[in-house]
């Protein structure tokens, strides 16, 4: 046995001086003439997105590779990359991930572009919008009714409704909604709201899911969101999962819709699958998958929301275009001041 | 001159022993490449704006880092207390179950740090599942689990067995000599294990400490769930909320100098003093203590942990599965992901105890400030968040070795970069109690150096070699953000298959994947526990009558 494992580690140290130049080389040497497999950094989970990546193989015969991982590491991972990354399509959970890269992205072609509405996507046409996702107010529903809820999110500054609040500060849709009042409110107004918010006292959370699960344990009467996570939490634990989502009535930035997104990478060398599979994401059924699966709001308005959700023009969202919700800066350097973000 | 004459040359141990030089060469690779995240974080800091100096400043502030000691301070010190007693009772005494303990009371060390937060939020929460069981009783409300408290009873669950590992290691080549003599000489049970036991596994507990500190400095995903902030927390929200790589290398930055702190504290707890048997010879194994009427006793104090740390996480994830089925929710396929996992620990665990060994050889037996530097060096991965050191071995495959570059290789490299201290604080450990003149004597015989180490040392740290195995093997288990970087695309693992789930709120498909995790991780750590036990010890009889409280070891009979 002692001199097994010995032999081990010296067989250990000797396998990796000669097989590594070995598999390097079948590495190498793969993939060098025609345009391999479509290379996707996705930021959106397997869980999410699996199924619909198979059916794009599926109906083109192409192979697709995806590499999952959060859309914030991912990104850096690209920056690091740089020039060299295998990635063709980068799929991101928020405009932030596709904007802090948005000069490695090459420029979608304008039949593509037209696919969705103007708010949903990158001015100058690097990154295109591919579902929607509403900020909400979760409520605990043994606590509150809609109707007792405040027509408008600034509203919740109000010192009734100390102690009673839930967020994830350090959310990138959180960061999007407060960049969404400073640019429809003006910065004295934001700040004024982010002072009232944190003199009553909010209990941050790591994520959206933690907070939707505190919503509906009653650990907080209120909680700022994005929609969809509810919609999971209610297919896993059933109707009688305690919290219900709010879309402001009034027409101001609690409601604002943000999109999931999809850019090329300008170092690919598949760009033509990579076009197919952007088109396939805004195609009838591509959408219909974001609707009935993952619970968003489908920017092609021929494909209708789930039954759940209200449709995308009933909710009040105020006219903002994502394209100008890329000073992420300001709002953290506003959000730091405020002492909502260390 | 001869190469290994350069090699050699000025580096000349205290006790003025030459190291040979294939032991220096690759205890210095080591080093090297266990150094690639601090090179990574210097390149990317330098060039930042006059504007970090800020960032640091506002940042680093004394709460940040008085929150940050508080609980590694806490989490450190309850983990020694749960795990020594756990160690020596598994190990030494003969207790009901005894096996089936010893393995079930590492097993915590598998489950991610989400997956044990999220389950001690869902159990213990304010309006938890305790809380409804309590309900009946009128409680309404539990205290707050969040902060603090919360915080420490996650880590500690997820870090008591590197310090169990280490003890039992060293456990099981102490030589019960020195304990029976005390024994003989008329010390009680206590007072042994107090003025002989303990001292003598000073240096496996440091060496566990170690871990259970740099990781606690690293952790993140338990910290920010049960929303109490550390620097790492705070770096980590830099991270997710500004992609700005600068920023999170300067911050890194003076993370590496806490670990080095760190690092500098656990060096003043080393003694000089030998750990070995004095004289040549056999270590027997030691007898174990029978005791008596309270080995129900003995079974409480190592069910507990495992009871909070294991049973009632699974507990929560059999619940999150069967609601999840029972609301027609799909599991994913988990056959692929199950086998990967196995086979990419195995590989690490392995590979990162083949480059542990001669760092660990170096700093024990070859003891100088130069090869003390090695060792340390090898630490400050462990402090780092996986996100940190996978982005630096993203810097060094795209700029260095581009054939590795997403191959299954550069990931057991990360592992290993990650994991290296697990395996040498295990072996350094087992090597501080093999008695150097048993080497010396090999070599007085005529066998080379590299026949010395091959046929007589590693043989003779075995259990410290097991023990760093099947941790380098649970935290490759258990590994996310590397993994998730640095895998072959489309490589799927069983923690990237419960991240999947976990991170879309998917609780059925999360529980699916994480018992597997604890299922698949069972089996190599059955093997690698029980491993190390070897022969069924003989089990003392009992000194004294069924009445007195519990004898240690039956000496002298």
Same mark, same amino acid.
């Given at each position: 046995? $002692?001199?097994?494992?010995?032999?081990? $580690?010296?067989? +250990?140290?000797?396998?990796?001086? !000669?097989?590594?130049?070995?598999?390097?080389?079948?590495?190498?040497?793969?993939?060098?003439?025609?345009?391999?497999?479509?290379?996707?950094?996705?930021?959106?989970? #397997?869980?999410?997105?699996?199924?619909?990546?198979?059916?794009?193989?599926?109906?083109?015969?192409?192979?697709?590779?995806?590499?999952?991982? +959060?859309?914030?590491?991912?990104?850096?991972?690209?920056? #690091? #990359?740089?020039?060299?990354?295998?990635?063709?399509?980068?799929?991101?959970?928020?405009?932030?991930?596709?904007?802090?890269?948005?000069?490695?992205?090459?420029?979608?072609? +304008?039949?593509?572009?037209?696919?969705?509405?103007? $708010?949903?996507?990158?001015?100058?046409?690097?990154?295109?919008?591919?579902?929607?996702?509403?900020?909400?107010?979760?409520?605990?529903?043994?606590?509150?009714?809609?109707?007792?809820?405040?027509?408008?999110?600034?509203?919740?500054?109000?010192?009734?409704?100390?102690?009673?609040?839930? $967020?994830?500060?350090?959310?990138?849709?959180?960061?999007?909604?407060?960049?969404?009042?400073?640019?429809?409110?003006?910065?004295?107004?934001?700040?004024?709201?982010?002072?009232?918010?944190?003199?009553?006292?909010?209990?941050?959370?790591?994520?959206?899911?933690?907070?939707?699960?505190?919503?509906?344990?009653?650990?907080?009467?209120?909680?700022?969101?994005?929609?969809?996570?509810?919609?999971?939490?209610?297919?896993?634990?059933?109707?009688?999962?305690?919290?219900?989502?709010?879309?402001?009535?009034?027409?101001?930035?609690?409601?604002?819709?943000?999109?999931?997104?999809?850019?090329?990478?300008?170092?690919?060398?598949?760009?033509?699958?990579?076009?197919?599979?952007?088109?396939?994401?805004?195609?009838?059924?591509?959408?219909?998958?974001?609707?009935?699966?993952?619970?968003?709001?489908?920017?092609?308005?021929? !494909?209708?929301?789930?039954?759940?959700?209200?449709?995308?023009?009933?909710?009040?969202?105020?006219?903002?275009?994502?394209?100008?919700?890329?000073?992420?800066?300001?709002?953290?350097?506003?959000?730091?001041?405020?002492?909502?973000?260390? | 001159?001869?190469?290994?004459?350069?090699?050699?040359?000025?580096?000349?141990?205290?006790?003025?022993?030459?190291?040979?030089?294939?032991?220096?060469?690759?205890?210095?690779?080591?080093?090297?490449?266990?150094?690639?995240?601090?090179?990574?974080?210097?390149?990317?800091? %330098?060039?930042?704006?006059?504007?970090?100096?800020?960032?640091?400043?506002?940042?680093?502030?004394?709460?940040?880092?008085?929150?940050?000691?508080?609980?590694?301070?806490?989490?450190?010190?309850?983990?020694?207390?749960?795990?020594?007693?756990?160690?020596?009772?598994?190990?030494?005494?003969?207790?009901?179950?005894?096996?089936?303990?010893?393995?079930?009371?590492?097993?915590?060390?598998?489950?991610?740090?989400? %997956?044990?937060?999220?389950?001690?939020?869902?159990? @213990?929460?304010?309006?938890?599942?305790?809380?409804? =069981?309590?309900?009946?009783?009128?409680?309404?409300?539990?205290?707050?689990?969040?902060?603090?408290?919360?915080?420490?009873?996650?880590?500690?669950?997820?870090?008591?067995? @590197?310090?169990?590992?280490?003890?039992?290691?060293?456990?099981?080549?102490?030589?019960?000599?020195?304990?029976?003599?005390?024994?003989?000489?008329? /010390?009680?049970?206590?007072?042994?294990?107090?003025?002989?036991?303990?001292?003598?596994?000073?240096?496996?507990?440091?060496?566990?400490?170690?871990?259970?500190?740099?990781?606690?400095?690293?952790?993140?995903?338990?910290?920010?769930?049960?929303? @109490?902030?550390?620097?790492?927390?705070?770096?980590?929200?830099?991270?997710?909320?500004?992609?700005?790589?600068?920023?999170?290398?300067?911050?890194?930055? %003076?993370?590496?100098?806490?670990?080095?702190?760190?690092?500098?504290?656990?060096?003043?707890?080393?003694?000089?003093?030998? @750990?070995?048997?004095?004289?040549?010879?056999?270590?027997?194994?030691?007898?174990?203590?029978?005791?008596?009427?309270?080995?129900?006793?003995?079974?409480?104090?190592?069910?507990?942990?495992?009871?909070?740390?294991?049973?009632?996480?699974?507990?929560?994830?059999? /619940?999150?599965?069967?609601?999840?089925?029972?609301?027609?929710?799909?599991?994913?396929?988990?056959?692929?992901?199950?086998?990967?996992?196995?086979?990419?620990?195995?590989?690490?665990?392995?590979?990162?105890?083949?480059?542990?060994?001669?760092?660990?050889?170096?700093?024990?037996?070859?003891?100088?400030?130069?090869?003390?530097?090695?060792?340390?060096?090898?630490?400050?991965?462990?402090?780092?968040?996986?996100?940190?050191?996978?982005?630096?071995?993203?810097?060094?495959?795209?700029?260095?070795?581009?054939?590795?570059?997403?191959?299954? =290789?550069?990931?057991?490299?990360?592992?290993? %970069?990650?994991?290296?201290?697990?395996?040498?604080?295990?072996?350094?450990?087992?090597?501080?109690?093999?008695?150097?003149?048993?080497?010396?004597?090999?070599?007085?015989?005529?066998?080379?150096?590299?026949?010395?180490?091959?046929?007589?040392?590693?043989?003779?740290?075995?259990?410290?070699?097991?023990?760093?195995?099947?941790?380098?093997?649970?935290?490759?288990?258990?590994?996310?953000?590397?993994?998730?970087?640095?895998?072959?695309?489309? /490589?799927?693992?069983?923690?990237?298959?419960?991240?999947?789930?976990?991170?879309?709120?998917?609780?059925?498909?999360?529980?699916?994947?994480?018992?597997?995790?604890?299922?698949?991780?069972?089996?190599?750590?059955? /093997?690698?526990?029980?491993?190390?036990?070897?022969?069924?010890?003989?089990?003392?009889?009992?000194?004294?009558?069924?009445?007195?409280?519990?004898?240690?070891?039956?000496?002298?009979?």
């Amino acid at each position: 046995m $002692w001199n097994r494992v010995a032999s081990l $580690w010296r067989a +250990s140290v000797v396998t990796a001086a !000669v097989c590594l130049p070995v598999i390097a080389g079948v590495a190498c040497g793969a993939g060098a003439d025609k345009p391999g497999p479509l290379v996707i950094y996705s930021g959106r989970s #397997e869980s999410l997105i699996g199924p619909l990546i198979a059916d794009f193989e599926e109906l083109t015969g192409a192979e697709v590779r995806v590499n999952y991982g +959060s859309t914030g590491p991912l990104a850096a991972t690209l920056l #690091e #990359e740089g020039k060299n990354t295998p990635a063709d399509v980068f799929f991101a959970q928020d405009p932030g991930g596709l904007g802090a890269i948005d000069t490695m992205l090459s420029e979608l072609p +304008s039949d593509v572009l037209s696919a969705v509405p103007e $708010w949903a996507k990158d001015p100058e046409g690097r990154w295109i919008g591919t579902s929607g996702r509403a900020r909400v107010i979760v409520y605990n529903t043994d606590v509150l009714s809609e109707a007792e809820l405040p027509d408008s999110i600034e509203d919740f500054a109000k010192p009734e409704w100390k102690g009673r609040i839930g $967020w994830p500060p350090t959310n990138s849709s959180l960061l999007a909604m407060i960049t969404a009042m400073r640019q429809e409110w003006g910065e004295d107004r934001t700040r004024d709201w982010l002072k009232g918010i944190i003199a009553n006292e909010p209990k941050t959370y790591a994520k959206n899911t933690p907070t939707v699960a505190a919503v509906a344990a009653g650990e907080i009467d209120v909680g700022f969101v994005n929609h969809y996570y509810l919609h999971r939490f209610i297919a896993e634990e059933g109707e009688s999962f305690a919290a219900r989502n709010y879309y402001t009535r009034a027409a101001d930035p609690g409601s604002v819709v943000l999109v999931a997104g999809v850019g090329i990478l300008e170092g690919s060398d598949n760009k033509e699958l990579a076009i197919q599979f952007i088109k396939f994401l805004l195609s009838v059924s591509g959408q219909q998958f974001f609707a009935s699966q993952t619970y968003e709001f489908p920017l092609n308005d021929q !494909v209708q929301p789930n039954d759940l959700l209200p449709a995308l023009e009933d909710v009040t969202k105020p006219s903002i275009d994502l394209g100008d919700l890329t000073d992420l800066a300001g709002t953290q350097a506003l959000m730091r001041e405020v002492g909502a973000l260390p | 001159m001869t190469f290994s004459g350069v090699i050699s040359t000025g580096w000349v141990s205290h006790d003025g022993k030459r190291p040979p030089a294939f032991l220096v060469a690759s205890a210095v690779a080591v080093a090297l490449a266990a150094l690639i995240p601090v090179v990574y974080l210097i390149v990317r800091s %330098v060039g930042s704006g006059s504007e970090w100096a800020d960032i640091i400043w506002r940042v680093s502030t004394a709460a940040v880092f008085g929150r940050t000691f508080l609980l590694i301070a806490a989490v450190t010190a309850i983990s020694i207390t749960v795990a020594v007693p756990v160690a020596w009772l598994t190990v030494r005494a003969d207790i009901p179950l005894r096996r089936v303990l010893s393995v079930a009371s590492v097993l915590p060390l598998v489950l991610p740090s989400f %997956v044990m937060a999220t389950t001690v939020i869902e159990m @213990y929460s304010p309006r938890g599942v305790l809380q409804g =069981w309590l309900s009946i009783f009128g409680v309404e409300r539990l205290p707050d689990i969040y902060g603090l408290g919360g915080a420490t009873l996650v880590l500690v669950l997820m870090t008591y067995p @590197y310090v169990l590992l280490t003890v039992r290691g060293a456990l099981r080549r102490m030589d019960p000599g020195l304990e029976e003599a005390a024994r003989a000489m008329g /010390y009680g049970p206590i007072h042994t294990f107090r003025a002989v036991t303990l001292p003598m596994l000073r240096p496996a507990i440091a060496a566990g400490s170690l871990l259970v500190g740099l990781y606690t400095l690293s952790d993140f995903g338990g910290v920010t769930l049960l929303r @109490y902030q550390t620097f790492t927390s705070t770096i980590m929200i830099q991270y997710e909320t500004s992609i700005d790589r600068t920023l999170a290398a300067v911050l890194s930055l %003076v993370l590496v100098v806490i670990a080095v702190v760190l690092l500098v504290g656990e060096g003043f707890t080393r003694g000089r003093g030998a @750990y070995h048997r004095s004289t040549v010879g056999a270590v027997r194994p030691a007898r174990r203590a029978d005791l008596g009427r309270w080995r129900w006793g003995g079974v409480a104090v190592v069910g507990l942990p495992v009871l909070i740390g294991l049973v009632i996480p699974i507990g929560v994830l059999v /619940y999150w599965l069967a609601r999840g089925l029972v609301n027609d929710q799909q599991l994913l396929p988990l056959l692929i992901p199950a086998r990967n996992s196995l086979y990419i620990s195995l590989l690490a665990a392995v590979l990162t105890l083949g480059a542990a060994l001669p760092v660990a050889i170096l700093a024990v037996r070859f003891r100088s400030g130069l090869s003390r530097f090695i060792e340390r060096s090898t630490y400050i991965g462990f402090g780092l968040p996986g996100v940190v050191v996978a982005l630096s071995l993203v810097f060094f495959g795209i700029n260095v070795a581009r054939p590795l570059y997403q191959s299954v =290789w550069l990931l057991v490299f990360a592992y290993g %970069v990650l994991f290296l201290p697990a395996g040498i604080g295990a072996l350094r450990s087992s090597l501080l109690q093999v008695n150097p003149r048993i080497e010396e004597a090999a070599q007085g015989l005529g066998r080379s150096q590299w026949r010395v180490i091959s046929s007589v040392t590693i043989p003779l740290v075995m259990p410290g070699a097991f023990a760093g195995g099947a941790m380098v093997f649970l935290l490759t288990m258990k590994e996310l953000p590397a993994t998730l970087i640095l895998s072959p695309i489309g /490589y799927r693992t069983l923690s990237t298959s419960i991240w999947s789930a976990a991170s879309e709120a998917y609780f059925g498909k999360t529980a699916a994947a994480a018992l597997l995790l604890v299922l698949v991780a069972g089996v190599p750590t059955a /093997y690698l526990t029980l491993r190390g036990y070897g022969p069924r010890a003989e089990v003392a009889t009992r000194t004294s009558p069924p009445s007195a409280p519990p004898g240690l070891v039956g000496a002298g009979h």
